[in-house]
């Protein structure tokens, strides 16, 4: 098994190279799964995506913060199953307010750049997650959780 | 549509082939253009193996099995383990319908003649390597259906323990690693053997082998070979053993000698040569470059060597040295050893002045470590035979659970359960009668276990504490059932042909043999260490300075010689008196291991080991790693610690299950959770870094998964 410190930068790989997730969120005990573009700040504090203002993600993001993320290494092959690291992670979403967003987009345009016209829209929402924990699972079936202390 | 060749015959092969042929049939396929005679052949090329394993999935439960844990994390026993799932893959999976018709077609001239069933791996027999004996060979296979089995155990082969152990040299990968398969009319030979062009120890010596009749013998080590040195400028004869040897001619010798130098000239470097004589005719059967393995540290005992595996090769014993070393521990170490123990304690160590106490002492810790020596060097090889019957036992039978063996091994009364089972009764006395005469009979039959460096029967209070918890607990039903096990080692026996049937049943006596040692060595060690023991003791009670626990042996040799020496006392020393198992366990301690950096904090959550004893448990966790945590421990607790030692055995039947550090289907651990029932899992890596006394955890048997929940769940 890994060091914390192996974790984490294989974390971090995983992060810079997968470009979606999986985000789940939910509204009146209904869960809902979308695939979004996404950047991870190299802490592992802070995830970002966009979306339109009118979605159904968005909407359950207003009523209900609380979310779960999906990022995973798997190549649709058989051998996943043995060599495919996921990762779920649990935080909180929230719209980047406008101070904070000159310092923020440049992170998540780094990595997609194809998305500036999308973030540029005057509808659409650019979106922060403040990473509680990860659950992170290898090798089949070993899972260990890094939490992020005081976030508890 | 298939680009290359499924199958090709040995004069069809050329250099261009090394990568779906291997070296054996490559270098075969040289010799035989050469001239020189080679058994007619057919090589089932690696593309048929890469086919086979991924279209019937293997590829990925291969991945999956390898996969469980980080390599450098798994010992060599689940090496074994893994190896042997492995090899019950091959068994038990047919080959794709179009594959079988394929081969059936492709060998059809081999339908009714005996064959020899070789691996020819691309690594093994090149200039760089020489991996002798890492994958099998079959002989004398008669039949299509025997033919079509024995192919797919030599690919199985490509993942035996010993390739396993070097898989990063081997650079095994489960979906892009290939074997090929030679196949071989059998030469039934009356005279075979090994010539080396190079004597390893005297570059100007070639040395001859020879056996008669097959190889086998030789390479088994059943036969004692005779043998030549001659001269490797002129193949004069220089001497023999035995020296008055006719078991080859002159003629012959020289004959063989030439065929020596020729191959090495062949290939550019000095040969082992295998040969046989079948009639007249001197036919090779394999050449490969002459290496050998040697430890890199000479002088270094090889379980203490920074490279271990040569020592893990060296234990997979032969059936022929297995049952010799089962006679020779049974007659000879196990009496010597409880001998030993108690002409120590005969000894009154009460009687010597200081100085003569020093010398005891510095005496017994050498003792102890001649016996440890050959606990590593006789008794651990020994385990081999437990393994040596899974394997044999799988060929046989074709059990769906490959290790259904194991149910057959339990058959002999094992110590340590009844050592369970008086344990028991004396509670249940001493709580009737709580007087120091029945504590006394009581300390006077189990005082001699050992623990973390401390002799048990000295904890008296401990044990007090013991009994009474003992005496009240509900220890679980063993799991015997002998008319179930007479059964099926029955079943086992009959499979054999009548003439192979006491072969089958000395078989079954040494693995039972090798079980029964496994659950009960270190006791027999445990009863020297315990006189090293009483004299450290006594040591510490005449220093009588409120250190004295701390110091090790070395310092308490010096404090009995010099009164004026002050010791300097470091941190608590783990080794220094304990060559058991620990050795073998390269990363025992890691204290780098983190599990909180800045304000991010490491748990685990689950965990994956093997499963080595089946069913499900859940309660708190208990970390025994000292006395005090051996004694606390409850009923319905989990026991977890780095590795199950026969000294603490008594505490398991209190167990709900086990959890262990170290890895085996067959380790001590593993071995007793079967005999209780209890669920267990071994090879849990970091279990101790992440399992806290208290914890709930939930254990899993049947998948290997140990299940560590929140403290608020």
Redesign the interface.
């Known amino acids: 098994m890994h060091n914390i410190d192996d974790i984490k930068q294989s974390l971090r790989e995983l992060l810079s190279r997968q470009y979606f997730m999986a985000l789940a969120t939910q509204a009146n005990g209904q869960p809902h799964a979308s695939l979004v573009a996404f950047a991870a700040t190299d802490d592992l504090e802070y995830f970002y995506f966009a979306t339109p203002r009118s979605t159904r993600k968005y909407a359950n993001i207003t009523q209900e913060c609380r979310v779960s993320l999906l990022i995973d290494n798997r190549g649709n092959d058989i051998k996943d199953i043995a060599t495919a690291m996921g990762v779920t992670v649990e935080g909180l979403a929230q719209e980047v307010t406008t101070g904070e967003r000159d310092s923020t987009l440049p992170i998540y345009l780094e990595k997609n750049p194809a998305m500036k016209e999308f973030v540029q829209s005057p509808h659409t929402v650019f979106v922060k997650v403040k990473v509680l924990r990860y659950r992170i699972v290898t090798q089949f079936q070993n899972v260990v959780t890094l939490e992020i202390a005081g976030s508890k | 549509m298939n680009l290359t060749p499924d199958l090709l015959q040995l004069q069809e092969i050329n250099d261009s082939h090394h990568r779906i042929a291997g070296g054996k049939a490559v270098n075969l396929a040289r010799l035989q253009a050469q001239g020189f005679d080679v058994s007619p052949g057919s090589c089932v090329t690696t593309p048929v193996y890469i086919r086979y394993v991924n279209e019937t999935?293997i590829?990925?439960r291969i991945?999956?099995e390898?996969?469980?844990?980080?390599q450098q994390?798994m010992r060599w026993e689940e090496l074994w383990d893994a190896a042997l799932r492995i090899r019950h893959m091959f068994m038990t999976t047919p080959f794709p319908p179009d594959m079988e018709v394929m081969l059936q077609n492709a060998l059809s001239h081999f339908q009714s003649i005996p064959v020899v069933i070789r691996s020819s791996a691309a690594e093994e027999d090149s200039a760089r390597h020489s991996f002798a004996g890492m994958h099998e060979s079959y002989v004398n296979i008669l039949g299509m259906e025997e033919i079509l089995e024995h192919i797919r155990l030599v690919w199985a082969s490509l993942w035996s323990d010993r390739a396993l152990l070097y898989r990063q040299e081997l650079n095994l990968t489960?979906?892009e690693s290939g074997i090929a398969v030679l196949v071989q009319q059998w030469i039934d030979s009356h005279i075979s053997g090994v010539a080396f062009e190079q004597d390893p120890t005297s570059p100007d010596r070639a040395i001859i082998e020879a056996v008669p009749g097959q190889n086998q013998a030789l390479v088994d080590g059943s036969i004692e070979p005779h043998r030549w040195f001659l001269d490797n400028r002129d193949g004069r004869i220089l001497s023999s053993v035995p020296d008055d040897s006719r078991l080859l001619s002159p003629n012959q010798l020289s004959r063989i000698y030439a065929v020596t130098q020729h191959c090495s000239r062949l290939f550019g470097s000095p040969q082992d040569v295998e040969w046989t004589f079948f009639q007249d005719t001197l036919y090779i059967l394999q050449s490969r470059p002459i290496t050998t393995l040697e430890t890199e540290h000479p002088g270094e005992t090889p379980w203490e060597a920074p490279d271990k595996r040569p020592w893990y090769l060296s234990l997979t014993k032969s059936f022929h040295h297995l049952k010799k070393l089962k006679v020779h521990i049974e007659e000879q170490l196990l009496p010597q050893m409880d001998r030993q123990a108690e002409e120590l304690a005969a000894e009154n160590l009460e009687a010597l002045d200081n100085n003569s106490l020093a010398n005891e002492l510095h005496r017994r810790r050498q003792i102890y470590g001649q016996w440890a020596e050959t606990y590593h060097s006789q008794l651990i090889p020994f385990a081999h035979g437990a393994r040596l019957f899974g394997q044999v036992y799988n060929d046989a039978m074709k059990p769906e659970d490959p290790f259904a063996f194991t149910r057959l091994l339990v058959a002999t009364n094992m110590k340590s359960l009844a050592r369970n089972r008086r344990l028991q009764q004396l509670a249940k006395d001493y709580l009737a009668d709580p007087s120091q005469g029945l504590l006394d009979k009581f300390l006077q039959e189990f005082g001699d276990l050992t623990y973390d460096n401390a002799r048990l029967g000295d904890q008296t209070d401990n044990w007090k504490r013991w009994l009474n918890r003992l005496a009240v607990s509900q220890a679980p039903e063993e799991q015997l059932d002998i008319s179930a096990i007479n059964r099926l080692t029955q079943d086992f026996i009959d499979r054999f042909p009548p003439e192979k049937r006491s072969f089958a049943e000395e078989l079954i006596d040494i693995a039972r043999a090798s079980y029964m040692l496994r659950d009960n060595d270190n006791i027999h060690l445990a009863k020297i260490e315990s006189r090293l023991i009483d004299a450290q003791n006594l040591a510490r009670r005449r220093i009588a300075s409120y250190f004295a626990h701390q110091l090790d042996t070395d310092q308490l040799i010096q404090c009995l010689r010099d009164p004026h020496y002050i010791p300097t006392i470091t941190t608590r020393r783990l080794i220094i008196d304990e060559p058991l198992d620990k050795h073998m366990i390269p990363n025992l301690t890691h204290p780098?291991?983190?599990?909180?950096?800045d304000?991010?904090?490491?748990?685990?959550?689950?965990?994956?080991g093997q499963p080595a004893g089946t069913g499900l448990a859940e309660g708190p966790a208990r970390i025994v790693s000292d006395t005090e945590s051996l004694f606390s421990f409850k009923q319905g607790e989990i026991l977890v610690c780095d590795a199950i030692d026969p000294n603490m055995t008594f505490i398991v039947p209190l167990a709900a299950a086990i959890v262990e550090r170290r890895g085996g289907m067959l380790v001590h651990g593993a071995i007793i959770a079967r005999e209780y029932g209890l669920p267990c899992v071994t090879g849990v890596?970091?279990a101790l870094?992440?399992i806290q006394t208290g914890a709930r955890l939930t254990v899993d048997g049947y998948?290997g998964?140990v299940t560590i929940h929140d403290k608020d769940s």
């Open positions: 999935g590829a990925s991945a999956i390898l996969n469980r844990k980080f994390d489960p979906d780098q291991f983190e599990t909180q950096t304000e991010f904090v490491l748990n685990a959550r689950q965990i994956r890596p970091n870094d992440f998948l998964i």
